[in-house]
């Protein structure tokens, strides 16, 4: 069996184990996943994530952010300031492996179109990578570049059903780098018991010279034994273009406690 395959029988399994201590959640896109949401944090709300991901190409080197932190902060309504900033271990072929802070991520999501019965909500989150990590030890891009992306998310089945789209594009001028576009479609399910699981299709162009464009099937899902806190995990794998094997896991904390849906 291929060991991709191994590792998904292995988080099914687990998720199952852990079905019966937990309560309720909601579906969210966004970590652990690659394709995002519309969906900003709450007016006056805070939510963190600490986090370790991780990008395995097989012959050109392996990426691992984290530890890294996540923070997100609903600062007007429908607005939310997002920062990332993390610590990278890069391994490339040739190089010294290489440990220390990367670039810093800073966006505002604005949800510019609600949800109702026979609309989706709508959503735009540009971010800027800013270029705080040391490009010549392969901790950064080595200049700031942008993603502009828009998230479209409608629910069904009374929220059990959540599906997630959307793409756009990324603009990077640094040396040996290309602009290049992304998209993505996640669908997830909401069991009951503090358990969600989700599976994506998501496809990005070329993003260096010399690379092509690839796609990834990635599965993953959240498990909430509060409110508060959740446990995200993903992992996934291309399916076209160059090899990849992807991987997340973090822990999420919000407060102050969300409102009783």
Do not use: C
Request: no cysteine; net charge neutral; hydrophobic share 40%.
């Amino acid at each position: 069996m291929h060991p991709s395959r191994r590792l998904y029988r292995r988080f099914a399994a687990i998720a199952a184990v852990v079905l019966v201590f937990l309560r309720p959640a909601a579906s969210i896109a966004g970590p652990p996943f690659l394709t995002d949401d519309p969906v900003p944090v709450d007016l006056g709300h805070f939510e963190t994530y600490v986090f370790s991901q991780w990008d395995n190409a097989p012959g050109a080197g392996s990426t691992v952010d984290g530890p890294a932190v996540e923070f997100n902060w609903g600062f007007l309504p429908n607005l939310q300031f997002h920062v990332v900033a993390p610590f990278e271990n890069a391994t490339v072929p040739g190089m010294p492996n290489a440990f220390g802070f990367g670039d810093t991520e800073v966006g505002i999501k604005y949800r510019f179109v609600q949800e109702s019965a026979g609309r989706p909500q709508v959503g735009f989150f540009p971010m800027a990578e800013v270029a705080t990590g040391n490009a010549a030890r392969n901790l950064g891009n080595g200049q700031t570049w942008y993603r502009l992306p828009i998230w479209i998310q409608k629910s069904y089945g009374g929220g059990k059903w959540t599906v997630d789209t959307g793409g756009g594009a990324a603009i990077n001028h640094a040396p040996g780098q290309r602009n290049y576009g992304f998209g993505g479609l996640l669908v997830q399910r909401s069991l009951g018991s503090g358990l969600t699981l989700g599976t994506e299709i998501y496809t990005q162009g070329a993003s260096a010279v010399g690379t092509t464009a690839t796609t990834f099937y990635n599965i993953g899902g959240t498990i909430s034994p509060s409110s508060q806190f959740n446990i995200l995990v993903s992992l996934g794998h291309s399916v076209a273009g160059q090899s990849h094997a992807i991987g997340y896991f973090g822990l999420y904390y919000t407060f102050p406690r969300p409102a009783s849906p």
